[in-house]
């Protein structure tokens, strides 16, 4: 069920994109930085997007590389605690009032 849930919203948004990039045809001037060029409105949308996602995933990206240290540190110091923990435990007690 899930399957096809999945292939029927992809296909609506590909008939959709396929759609607006049939009925916007005209051209457009995109100026940028370093100049200017005149694309179609669906190219540039499609490329828009393209852009916003790569960004996205660079600083998803970075903010897993960072959790995934502070994982590494916390294992680490979980790891110690444990280790002094189990140290502690095996300690003979000390004879009370003797």
């Known amino acids: 069920m ?3 849930l999945t292939v029927l919203l ?3 948004v590909f ?8 009925f916007n045809a005209e051209r457009v001037t995109f100026h940028y930085l370093f100049g200017s060029v005149e694309v179609r409105v669906a190219v540039l949308i ?3 997007f393209v ?5 996205t995933l660079a600083l998803c990206g ?7 240290r ?3 540190r916390l294992r680490k110091q979980l790891r110690d605690s ?4 189990k140290n502690l435990r095996n300690l003979p007690l000390a004879a009370s009032g003797r």
């Open 51 to 55: 852009v916003a996602a790569l960004v």
């Open 10 to 12: 992809l296909v609506l």
């Open 15 to 22: 008939t959709v994109g396929a759609s607006l990039g049939y």
């Open 46 to 48: 499609a490329v828009s």
């Open 82 to 85: 444990e280790t002094e923990l």
């Open 70 to 72: 502070e994982i590494r």
């Open 62 to 68: 970075i903010r897993m590389l960072r959790l995934h």
């Open 2 to 4: 899930l399957r096809l």
